[in-house]
């Protein structure tokens, strides 16, 4: 029997979610049909070594976004008939018009899809990228013979959108890394009650319009005006027009800095460290897909308060308190009962954890590639 090789598209995976997802996938896989990727510079050199694993660095996948983009419509088509591919993986959610084999890709990135949510970006250059986007993405959908969702919530909202979608569908969610995994502190009834105890708060993710930092940043300044005593750090890397409000919203309720901190952008591989030293854990995103950091979150043992919107409640389940992003008023009340119930959020937390466990990379790797080998 011919083996079979399988194709994978890297052309727009630089850093990121991106990257952890397909480094994963093959560090956790033990194929047995040869695996093929493009990739520019920095994917091809944080991929592990395997022996059924071909990587192929591409220097033009180095350049920007339209020259990528050219690789990908242009190039790679070529290069899967040269290697003898017999299917096609393409992660990024984007397929080559004239793919003459099978083709495999994944729902990621749900803005794209939102129209709420884009036009929380104005007009900018962001909001035409993500309008762009849901074309070629839905495009790429309907090409497709197989589709990978993340998450419930966004099948649902995909293929009610986009009902014409006849690729064979599966529903396989990321894995978390077992550095994340602790299990959760002893709740101290002390923390809040004084400024010698104030309840750390972490708030890990990307700086943006669609995040609500600046709603936190207001329901914290509010309960420390009530005698709460807490704090918030914001870390992760930023979209320029949303750090400045952020930025504007700090230096007004919080000008000395002793409560509202942004950190700034910290290597992934240090993150576990600041999970481990907080308190508990606020999630303000009104869009996701498949929320990782909600995940690693859980996985750290941290009581959890959470945005009700999107996939947040088919991941979190019962294990936090819910409110809605866009309402301070409402951020506050459910920072206000995590604070203040230590034996509920011990609980919480708890429960959180319990169900982080089933996000196994493991089970992402055998399950995806077994979806993938179902075309070749």
């Excluded at 996948?61 to 040269?82: A, C, G």
């Excluded at 599966?170 to 010698?196: C, L, N, W, Y």
């Amino acid at each position: 029997m011919t083996q079979k090789t399988i194709g994978i598209d890297g052309s727009n995976i630089r850093a990121g979610g991106g990257l952890t997802h397909l480094s994963q996938l093959i560090q956790h896989s033990n194929q047995k049909t040869q695996v093929i990727v493009w990739g520019g510079s920095t994917l091809v050199s944080k991929l592990p070594e395997k022996t059924w694993l071909r990587k192929i660095q591409v220097p033009l996948l180095d350049r920007s976004l339209p020259v990528r983009m050219i690789w990908q419509q242009f190039i790679l088509p070529f290069e899967l008939k040269k290697t003898q591919c017999d299917v096609l993986f393409s992660p990024g959610g984007t397929l080559p018009f004239n793919c003459s084999i099978p083709a495999v890709t994944m729902s990621q990135n749900m803005l794209p899809f939102e129209s709420k949510e884009r036009a929380r970006f104005g007009l900018s250059f962001m909001r035409i990228k993500l309008w762009l986007l849901k074309f070629s993405q839905s495009g790429s959908f309907k090409r497709a013979e197989g589709l990978i969702f993340l998450t419930e919530y966004a099948k649902q909202v995909v293929l009610r959108r986009y009902p014409s979608i006849r690729a064979e569908t599966v529903m396989i969610p990321h894995g978390i890394e077992e550095r994340f995994r602790a299990q959760p502190k002893t709740q101290d009834p002390k923390r809040g009650q004084s400024s010698e105890f104030p309840f750390k708060f972490l708030y890990v993710s990307i700086i943006d319009v669609y995040k609500h930092q600046s709603k936190v940043a207001e329901a914290v300044a509010s309960l420390r005006k009530k005698g709460i005593s807490l704090t918030v750090e914001f870390v992760g890397g930023a979209y320029p027009p949303a750090l400045e409000v952020l930025r504007k919203t700090m230096i007004k309720l919080d000008p000395k800095g002793e409560f509202l901190v942004y950190r700034g952008m910290v290597k992934f591989e240090d993150l576990h460290a600041l999970y481990r030293d907080a308190d508990g854990f606020v999630f303000a995103s009104s869009c996701e897909n498949l929320p990782n950091i909600l995940i690693e979150a859980m996985s750290a043992g941290l009581p959890i308060a959470c945005s009700k919107l999107g996939p947040m409640p088919e991941v979190l389940k019962e294990n936090g308190v819910y409110f809605d992003p866009e309402n301070a008023h409402s951020i506050e009340e459910a920072l206000h009962e995590l604070v203040s119930s230590p034996d509920q959020r011990a609980k919480w937390a708890q429960g959180a954890e319990q169900r982080s466990r089933q996000y196994s990379w493991e089970r992402c790797a055998r399950e995806t590639f077994d979806f993938i080998s179902k075309f070749g």
